[in-house]
């Protein structure tokens, strides 16, 4: 017994496999075998079973429920507690009927190693393939396979191997090697703690010792960083931005940028309660703070890495998804994606095919992806997302879909997807990371204005008197002491686009971005419209976002009427309209979106957007 | 002491993805070894202030230390301290002479739907353990409630890597529990660490050769035998102990956990 050793670190296993192939009785043998049950557990179970008039099993000992245990089955994962050596386990035990895939799925989610039982007798079955599927997917990378009931085959050592050839090709089509593949009898307690001589044939070690040889992953911190912020807070004036470091380190003053927005600024302090001396440096998986020397806009969701190493940057990604949503999955709806601590909107643009586990090479496309199937998907965010492979990086690599309040759907990113605008994001990355920037911040800047930066767009067609209402505004917005500007495109056509006869109408969409762009550096509210590119309207809003950003962009419509579908944008005008109703809905939603302070507000009520 | 600073920080992240997603966030506590480290936990990630209000739901029987402690702590720590009790209940006389089940249903499951339902709180953080009974073993870190707070654990989400379960219809409310992957030891390991303040008068042998190993209700909790002066001392005793930590808890006894938890119970 080795209890009375100080345990040095923990470790989560999961036992996974097919319904009834005795997942649950071999968890409860290993604690009983190795004398870590508390007291009185098993009699407490035996006089269960004695009242019920039923047979005692092992697996009744974590079957908590009375359902679970009047239907012999496992329900819902459990956690239960198993320190060996220096080592604390939580072992989670998953349920392996299909119906309960999804609690199978929270359990493998937090492992960092499997069991995954195989009966020796009904051999390789559907769950066994689906699990190892999804044991890949959620980044359970070692794996220990224990074919179980031995005993039901006589301990025969032909049997044995025709289920471990099958099951090691099937895993390394996955990338998957397995450990160990053990033959056991959880029943009889075969090969559980120590190897039995029913088994001579077999060299390898048992369940248990077995256990020792799954490593911790440290890997984390050798990668670069990654940092996505949870949220940001100012008790005692000051302002701590927190969150978990999924990869990398970071230390007092580097230089962290942060993605999609590409703002950057240096780490002042690590900030801890209870800690003497002060941190000076962070590794992943801690929970930090930081302040930055600079007071620059970031909010929960953007990724602060340092400046060599981003993340990168799409509105498209192809993805592995496993479905567990009660509705399927479908081309064209919405759905809420959840990658490390940022949330956006998000449509499925295309199902490329569903995976089978049982015929991993199989091709067959849907339309849609039902519950428990595995699908390769490409998703398409409204606005840009940072993200990485999982190839490369793990937490950041992956994501989840929210359909209806729930978790429906869990994915990693195997590729990026190129959209219209890469070729902008990354002249707007590479000018932004070259910017020579005056003592005077957009802070200063925003805190004498009484207003942050920011663009209004009007789109529409011809003869919605876009221009009169862009001018309108200009004219309130200057009357209450805002620096407004309104930018006419036509302005540029005889001189900055002079030398491109209209025959380049992409530059010149291009040029216009970048006139916004300069223009929003000086702090101040570029007003303007599409009316000088009629055939880009689409591309324009998306491009002017792309080469501002962060700059927030706000998109007001100007329809001739209310008939038929209008587009995404924040406000939507239709047929004649009182001017200044729609003069005091863009104040209005200006301030709602904290660009614009009360006028009468105190310096607190400035402080509206940083 | 690795694995308990990996404890703390996934402890952390969960409290202020909390702290973040719900607007009216309360955090229970019992004044217990368990739930005093849930509200360390919370200085710690909110850099030494709690942001939201300390629930205590009084059953009235408590021991007077524990109350006499609270009030200490609440006013030491700046703590927003709301204080539930079901009166209806007790003035009808409840006590645990009525049945166990039927007092705790009434005083601590009923006392907490009574504070909820008036304060309106949507999210609820606890300090329920996975080690402490098989039902919390089955639990997730946010775990819903429907309007009469019953569990359905026959359906409960999936909880996918760190993305919790952060939206819920309107009426039902949310039960947050950051301290589900702690072991009693590595509460008592945390305690140490932190030098945090407990109730040593009742969880350390004051030289009677007994202490408290669970805080409840005075007249169904009773102390072990045990002659652990110091928190090291208790280590090593839970160390080698194979009595389950609730075994003084009466209410437990049976399926009594299972009906209590599925109507609510913490």
């Known amino acids: ?610 | 002491m690795k694995h308990i600073r990996q404890l703390e920080d996934q402890s952390i992240y969960i409290l202020r993805e909390a702290y973040k997603n719900f607007d009216n966030l309360g955090m229970l506590w019992s004044m217990g070894k368990d739930s005093t480290v849930l509200l360390w936990l919370a200085r710690k990630a909110f850099f030494g202030h709690v942001p939201f209000p300390l629930l205590h739901v009084d059953t009235s029987y408590k021991i007077p230390e524990m109350i006499e402690y609270r009030d200490r702590l609440a006013r030491e720590w700046r703590l927003n301290l709301v204080v539930g009790q079901n009166k209806k209940a007790l003035a009808e006389g409840m006590n645990h002479e009525k049945g166990r089940i039927a007092c705790c249903t009434a005083l601590k499951t009923e006392g907490l739907k009574l504070l909820l339902e008036e304060k309106g709180y949507t999210g609820i953080i606890l300090g329920v353990r996975s080690d402490e009974d098989a039902t919390r073993a089955k639990e997730r870190y946010f775990s819903p409630r429907d309007k009469n707070n019953d569990w359905d654990f026959r359906d409960q989400p999936p909880e996918l890597w760190d993305q919790y379960k952060i939206s819920f219809p309107p009426g039902t409310h949310i039960r947050i529990h950051p301290l589900l992957d702690w072991t009693e030891i590595n509460i008592w390991e945390y305690i140490k660490l932190e030098n945090i303040p407990f109730l040593d008068h009742l969880y350390l042998d004051q030289g009677t050769g007994q202490r408290y190993r669970s805080l409840g209700c005075a007249p169904c909790t009773s102390p072990i035998k045990s002659t652990s002066k110091n928190v090291d001392e208790v280590i090593i005793e839970l160390r080698n102990s194979k009595v389950a930590e609730r075994a003084g808890r009466a209410q437990d006894e049976g399926r009594g956990m299972e009906q209590l938890r599925k109507d609510g119970y913490m």
């Open chain 1, 1 to 610: 017994m080795a209890i009375d050793t100080a345990i040095q670190e923990r470790m989560n296993i999961v036992i996974v496999g097919h319904v009834d192939h005795g997942k649950s009785t071999l968890l409860g043998r290993l604690y009983a075998d190795t004398g870590t049950l508390p007291e009185g557990k098993i009699e407490k179970i035996q006089a269960i079973c004695r009242q019920q008039g039923k047979e005692f099993e092992y697996a009744f000992l974590f079957d908590a429920f009375l359902e679970e245990q009047q239907q012999g089955i496992t329900i819902d994962t459990a956690r239960t507690f198993f320190t060996w050596g220096d080592r604390q386990y939580i072992i989670i035990d998953a349920p392996g009927h299909k119906e309960f895939l999804k609690n199978m799925v929270s359990g493998a989610a937090r492992a960092e190693a499997a069991l995954l039982i195989i009966d020796a007798l009904e051999g390789v079955r559907d769950q066994s393939k689906r699990h190892g599927l999804l044991l890949s997917m959620l980044g359970v990378k070692q794996v220990t396979v224990v074919v179980n009931k031995m005993d039901l085959v006589n301990y025969r050592e032909d049997t044995f191997q025709a289920i471990e050839k099958e099951y090691r090709e099937f895993l390394t089509q996955l990338n998957v090697v397995p450990q160990y593949i053990i033959p056991a009898s959880a029943k009889q307690g075969i090969n559980i703690t120590q190897v039995s001589p029913e088994t001579p044939w077999y060299t390898g070690p048992s369940v248990l010792d077995s256990l020792a040889h799954f490593h911790l992953e440290t890997a984390e911190s050798e990668q670069a960083l990654r940092f996505p912020l949870q949220d940001v807070y100012k008790f005692d004036a000051r302002r701590i931005l927190v969150g978990r470091l999924t990869a990398g380190k970071l230390k007092i003053g580097d230089r962290l940028v942060f993605s999609p927005t590409n703002k950057s600024a240096s780490v002042q302090s690590i900030e801890a309660f209870n800690v003497d001396p002060p941190p000076t440096q962070a590794m992943a998986g801690q929970s930090v703070g930081i302040t930055l020397d600079e007071q620059i806009f970031v909010e929960r969701g953007h990724i602060a890495t340092h400046e060599e190493t981003r993340p990168l940057v799409s509105t498209q990604i192809r993805a592995n998804l496993f479905w567990l949503g009660n509705q399927p999955l479908e081309i064209g709806r919405t759905y809420t994606l959840r990658l490390a601590t940022r949330e956006a909107p998000c449509e499925i643009a295309a199902i490329h095919r569903i995976v089978d586990a049982n015929n991993l090479d199989d091709r067959h496309t849907q339309s849609m992806v039902q519950r428990n199937e595995v699908a390769d998907i490409t998703l398409r965010t409204k606005s840009p997302l940072a993200f990485d492979l999982y190839a490369n990086f793990e937490t950041t690599g992956r994501f989840v879909l929210v359909d209806n309040y729930d978790v429906a759907g869990g994915g990693i990113i195997t590729e990026l997807v190129a959209d219209e605008q890469e070729d902008f994001r990354t002249e707007a990355r590479e000018r932004d990371s070259a910017w020579v920037k005056g003592d005077v911040g957009a802070e200063d800047r925003s805190l004498h204005y009484g207003h942050r930066a920011a663009v209004v767009l009007l789109t529409g067609p011809d003869i919605t008197a876009k221009s009169f209402l862009a001018r309108k505004l200009e004219t309130v917005l200057v009357a209450e002491g805002r620096h407004a500007y309104l930018l006419a495109a036509e302005n540029l056509h005889r001189g900055l686009d002079a030398d491109l006869h209209d025959l380049k109408p992409e530059e010149m969409v291009r040029r216009f971005g970048e006139v916004v762009r300069l223009l929003t550096d000086t702090g101040s509210l570029v007003i303007t419209t599409t009316n000088a590119f009629p055939q880009a309207t689409k591309g324009i809003v998306k491009t002017v976002q792309t080469l501002a950003n962060p700059i927030p962009v706000i998109t007001v419509h100007m329809a001739k009427n209310q008939d038929g579908p209008q587009p995404d944008r924040d406000l939507i005008f239709a047929g004649p309209e009182d001017f200044e109703v729609c003069t005091h809905q863009i104040l209005e939603t200006l301030k709602k979106k904290g660009i614009l302070a009360e006028p009468q507000g105190s310096q607190a009520a400035v402080q509206f957007s940083i």
